[in-house]
C-alpha cells in the first residue's frame, strides 16, 4: 500500500524542470524539482552524462519527501548550452524522470535484442586479453558494432555489442550463444587465480553501460587492493593522482560525510551517485565543485533505512569502493585515436597489432556509425610504464598515419594535491535552513 501511495504522489506531482541561461554567466542553469525516491538523484545525472554535458556546480538537497537539484552544467567544449532543440530533449528526459537502475547482479552474459548481440564480460586482466577476445568474436563471425572496455586493480569488463557479420543482425541462435558465452570463458579464466569469469543471460536495454561496468567490477570486487607481480599498484609511485576520500560522521545532524577531492574529469559525479546508489546510500544533501584541474565534492549520506554508518569497517568499505569508482573510468595510458572505414575483423587486428607491440589497452571505447569506426584506447607497456613513442610511431607507419592519432599523453601529468579538508564545501549550511537559502543556489556561481 505505501509503494502504491508513493507511485500515486509522483504521478499526481511530477518533475519540474527549469533551464536557464541568464542566472549564471558562464553554465547554463538546471533545476529539477520532484517528489523524492530512492535513485532519483542519479536518473537526473544520467541524463546529463548521457548527454555528455560537464557539471562545473551542483547543490542537492532531498530532506523530507522533496528533491531539489540545481546544476550549473556546459557542453565538452565549454559552452552554455544554447540550442532549443537540445534544451527541450534534456527537459523531456528529467520531466519524464526515466530509471535506468536495474536489479543488481553478479554476473556476466550474452543478450540477443533486435539490432545487436549484447556481451557482457569480466575476469582476470592481463596483457594481450583484448586481442585474444576480439579474435575468437572474429572467428565466431561475429562483428564488434560498439564496446566499452575498464580495467582496474588486476580485474577487466566489457560491456560488447555484436552482430551476425553476414546478416547485420543481432545472433539469436541459443547454441551459436552458448558457444561464444563458453569460448570467451576460456578466454577469461585466468591460471592460479580464484576468481573466474561467470556467465549467465540479462533482460537488454534495463541500464546503462557506464552504470552496467561499475556493477559488474563491484560485484567481481576490483575495490579489493591487491599486489601482484609486476602487476601490483604502489600509490606512492603511481603516476596518476590518485583520488582522496574521507567518510566521517555527523552526529549532530545524524549524518555520514562523504568528501572526494580528485582530478576532474567527464561523468565523475556519475561514477560516484552510481556506486552510492548501488551501495543502498541515499544523498540527502550535496555540493559539487569543480576548480580544475580539481574536482570537490561533500555529501551527506545516510543508508536506505535512513541510519547513518556506524562502524569503522563499513566506513573503510564505502572509501574502497569509492576510490574504485573514481579510478575506472580515469584516463590511464597514451591515449590513442582510430578513424576509419569500418570492416569486419578491424578490432581484431588493431588489438593484435597493439599486442605484438607488447602495448596493454587499460580502457577502451569503441563506435562505429554510417560505415566509420571510431575507437579510442589507452595504452601504457605491459609494466604500466609509459609507451616508447618509437613503439607508436612504428604502429602508426604500419596502421596509417592519419588513421591512429595520438590525443593524450596522462602519464606525463603532473600529480595533483593530496590534502582535504572535511565540511569545505557545505560550510554553515545547517545553521540556515529557511527556503531562501535554497534560492541562492541559482546564482551560485
Same mark, same amino acid.
Given at each position: 500500500?505505501?509503494?502504491?501511495?508513493?507511485?500515486?504522489?509522483?504521478?499526481?506531482?511530477? *518533475?519540474?524542470?527549469?533551464?536557464?541561461?541568464?542566472?549564471?554567466?558562464?553554465?547554463?542553469?538546471?533545476?529539477?524539482?520532484?517528489?523524492?525516491?530512492?535513485?532519483?538523484?542519479?536518473?537526473?545525472?544520467?541524463?546529463?552524462?548521457?548527454?555528455?554535458?560537464?557539471?562545473?556546480?551542483?547543490?542537492?538537497?532531498?530532506?523530507?519527501?522533496?528533491?531539489?537539484?540545481?546544476?550549473?552544467?556546459?557542453?565538452?567544449? %565549454?559552452?552554455?548550452?544554447?540550442?532549443?532543440?537540445?534544451?527541450?530533449?534534456?527537459?523531456?528526459?528529467?520531466?519524464?524522470? *526515466?530509471?535506468?537502475?536495474?536489479?543488481?547482479?553478479?554476473?556476466? %552474459?550474452?543478450?540477443? =535484442?533486435?539490432?545487436?548481440?549484447?556481451?557482457? @564480460?569480466?575476469?582476470?586482466?592481463?596483457?594481450?586479453?583484448?586481442?585474444?577476445?576480439?579474435?575468437?568474436?572474429?572467428?565466431?563471425?561475429?562483428?564488434?558494432?560498439?564496446?566499452?572496455?575498464?580495467?582496474?586493480?588486476?580485474?577487466?569488463?566489457?560491456?560488447?555489442?555484436?552482430?551476425?557479420?553476414?546478416?547485420?543482425?543481432?545472433?539469436?541462435?541459443?547454441?551459436?550463444?552458448?558457444?561464444?558465452?563458453?569460448? @570467451?570463458?576460456?578466454?577469461?579464466?585466468?591460471?592460479?587465480? #580464484?576468481?573466474?569469469?561467470? =556467465?549467465?543471460?540479462?533482460?537488454?536495454?534495463?541500464?546503462?553501460?557506464?552504470?552496467?561496468?561499475?556493477?559488474?567490477?563491484?560485484?567481481?570486487?576490483?575495490?579489493?587492493?591487491?599486489?601482484?607481480?609486476?602487476? $601490483?599498484?604502489?600509490?606512492?609511485?603511481?603516476? /596518476? *593522482?590518485?583520488?582522496?576520500?574521507?567518510?566521517?560522521?555527523?552526529?549532530?545532524?545524524?549524518?555520514?560525510?562523504?568528501?572526494?577531492?580528485?582530478?576532474?574529469?567527464?561523468?565523475?559525479?556519475?561514477?560516484?551517485?552510481?556506486?552510492?546508489?548501488?551501495?543502498?546510500?541515499?544523498?540527502?544533501?550535496?555540493?559539487?565543485?569543480?576548480?580544475?584541474?580539481?574536482?570537490?565534492?561533500?555529501?551527506?549520506?545516510?543508508?536506505?533505512?535512513?541510519? #547513518?554508518?556506524?562502524?569503522?569497517?563499513?566506513?573503510?568499505?564505502?572509501?574502497?569502493?569509492?576510490?574504485?569508482?573514481?579510478?575506472?573510468?580515469?584516463?590511464?595510458?597514451?591515449? @590513442?585515436?582510430?578513424?576509419?572505414?569500418?570492416?569486419? $575483423?578491424?578490432?581484431?587486428?588493431? =588489438?593484435?597489432?597493439?599486442?605484438? &607491440?607488447?602495448?596493454?589497452?587499460?580502457?577502451?571505447?569503441? /563506435?562505429?556509425?554510417? $560505415?566509420?569506426?571510431?575507437?579510442?584506447?589507452?595504452?601504457?607497456?605491459?609494466?604500466? &610504464?609509459?609507451?616508447? *613513442?618509437?613503439?607508436?610511431?612504428?604502429?602508426?607507419?604500419?596502421?596509417?598515419?592519419?588513421?591512429?592519432?595520438?590525443?593524450?599523453? /596522462?602519464?606525463? /601529468?603532473?600529480?595533483?594535491?593530496?590534502?582535504?579538508?572535511?565540511?569545505?564545501?557545505?560550510? &554553515?549550511?545547517?545553521?540556515?535552513?529557511?527556503?531562501?537559502?535554497?534560492?541562492?543556489?541559482?546564482?551560485?556561481?
Amino acid at each position: 500500500m505505501d509503494d502504491e501511495y508513493a507511485k500515486l504522489i509522483r504521478r499526481m506531482n511530477p *518533475p519540474r524542470v527549469v533551464i536557464d541561461n541568464n542566472a549564471c554567466e558562464n553554465a547554463t542553469v538546471i533545476q529539477v524539482d520532484s517528489v523524492n525516491k530512492h535513485g532519483i538523484l542519479l536518473d537526473v545525472v544520467q541524463v546529463l552524462s548521457d548527454m555528455n554535458l560537464v557539471i562545473t556546480k551542483a547543490y542537492i538537497s532531498s530532506d523530507g519527501v522533496w528533491f531539489m537539484d540545481v546544476f550549473n552544467v556546459i557542453d565538452h567544449n %565549454g559552452n552554455k548550452i544554447r540550442d532549443k532543440e537540445v534544451i527541450d530533449y534534456i527537459q523531456r528526459r528529467l520531466e519524464n524522470n *526515466p530509471s535506468f537502475a536495474p536489479s543488481f547482479r553478479e554476473t556476466v %552474459g550474452v543478450v540477443p =535484442t533486435e539490432e545487436h548481440t549484447t556481451i557482457e @564480460l569480466a575476469g582476470t586482466d592481463r596483457p594481450g586479453l583484448l586481442s585474444e577476445v576480439c579474435a575468437v568474436l572474429a572467428d565466431l563471425h561475429c562483428n564488434v558494432v560498439n564496446a566499452e572496455i575498464w580495467t582496474h586493480n588486476t580485474r577487466a569488463a566489457a560491456v560488447v555489442n555484436v552482430t551476425d557479420d553476414s546478416s547485420g543482425r543481432a545472433i539469436k541462435d541459443p547454441i551459436r550463444l552458448s558457444r561464444i558465452r563458453d569460448l @570467451l570463458c576460456n578466454v577469461l579464466r585466468g591460471s592460479d587465480d #580464484p576468481k573466474t569469469a561467470k =556467465t549467465t543471460l540479462s533482460p537488454p536495454g534495463v541500464t546503462n553501460r557506464g552504470r552496467r561496468l561499475h556493477q559488474i567490477m563491484f560485484a567481481d570486487r576490483d575495490y579489493d587492493r591487491v599486489e601482484r607481480a609486476g602487476q $601490483g599498484r604502489d600509490r606512492d609511485r603511481d603516476r /596518476s *593522482p590518485l583520488p582522496n576520500v574521507t567518510v566521517v560522521d555527523c552526529i549532530e545532524k545524524d549524518y555520514t560525510v562523504v568528501t572526494m577531492r580528485a582530478k576532474d574529469r567527464p561523468k565523475l559525479l556519475f561514477d560516484i551517485v552510481c556506486t552510492l546508489t548501488d551501495m543502498q546510500y541515499v544523498v540527502y544533501h550535496g555540493v559539487v565543485q569543480t576548480a580544475r584541474p580539481e574536482a570537490y565534492q561533500e555529501f551527506y549520506i545516510r543508508h536506505v533505512d535512513g541510519f #547513518p554508518i556506524s562502524s569503522e569497517a563499513e566506513r573503510d568499505r564505502l572509501v574502497q569502493c569509492l576510490e574504485a569508482a573514481i579510478e575506472r573510468r580515469a584516463s590511464e595510458g597514451m591515449e @590513442l585515436e582510430l578513424r576509419t572505414e569500418d570492416r569486419v $575483423g578491424l578490432l581484431s587486428d588493431i =588489438t593484435r597489432i597493439f599486442r605484438e &607491440n607488447s602495448l596493454c589497452i587499460r580502457r577502451a571505447e569503441i /563506435s562505429t556509425q554510417d $560505415g566509420k569506426a571510431n575507437d579510442t584506447f589507452y595504452v601504457t607497456d605491459v609494466t604500466g &610504464n609509459p609507451v616508447d *613513442p618509437k613503439i607508436i610511431d612504428s604502429i602508426r607507419r604500419e596502421i596509417g598515419d592519419t588513421v591512429l592519432q595520438v590525443k593524450h599523453n /596522462s602519464c606525463l /601529468s603532473p600529480k595533483s594535491p593530496r590534502t582535504t579538508t572535511i565540511g569545505f564545501l557545505f560550510g &554553515n549550511f545547517f545553521k540556515a535552513r529557511s527556503l531562501q537559502n535554497f534560492k541562492l543556489i541559482r546564482s551560485y556561481s
